[in-house]
């Protein structure tokens, strides 16, 4: 596990006056080290709100899950966790002049820097974004916006993505009404 800073250049100036500068926390494979001619995946994961990226690192119990993962079979990757919590507690991964273009950071700063720091296969093919929460609502996001980032997306219990049922032709339940 490694923790570094990258700067996000699409975060700059945002209103809310958060560093745009933000941690990050980076899962190395366990044969990074040794082999060093190897590339590798990566998949960006997205944490919730009013959480960190190291919260989400403890919840994960990383590096040892991955770890085991790969033990059992699972391909190498690189493991990416971006910190987007915020003066009001998290970004929601949007865009706006108060929390800044937290879409672009996540497709296009984020993955440039971590192509050029990282031994990386610097592809789209090669690149996935997971989320929880408001991490699942902003994969969906840059996900579906951003296509040439990232050839997959995995997001586990997208927020607001259906915030008033019913004004969308669904029951009280959320079952959409024929």
């Known amino acids: 596990i490694e923790r570094i800073t990258v700067h996000g250049r699409a975060l700059e100036g945002n209103l809310e006056g958060d560093s745009p500068d933000r941690p990050v926390i980076v899962y190395l494979p366990p044969s990074y080290a040794q082999e060093t001619s190897r590339r590798y995946p990566v998949l960006y994961y997205l944490h919730g709100y009013t959480a960190t990226a ?3 690192a403890k919840v994960l119990a990383l590096p040892t899950s991955v770890d085991r993962a790969v033990a059992a079979g699972v391909r190498e990757m690189i493991v990416v966790l971006p910190d ?13 002049p108060t929390i800044g273009d937290w879409e ?7 993955p440039a820097f971590i192509d050029k720091q990282y031994r990386t296969i610097a592809s ?11 991490g699942g609502y902003g994969t969906m996001r840059a996900g579906m ?11 586990m219990s997208s927020c607001c993505l259906m915030n008033d049922p019913a004004a969308r032709g669904a029951d009280q339940r959320g079952e959409l009404l024929a």
């Open 54 to 56: 190291e919260a989400y």
């Open 84 to 96: 987007a919590f915020t003066k009001y507690s998290g970004s929601m991964y949007s865009n706006s």
């Open 104 to 110: 672009t950071f996540i497709a296009h700063d984020l």
């Open 124 to 134: 789209r093919d090669s690149r996935g974004l997971a989320g929880h929460s408001m």
């Open 145 to 155: 916006k951003q296509p040439a980032s990232f050839a997959a997306l995995y997001a």
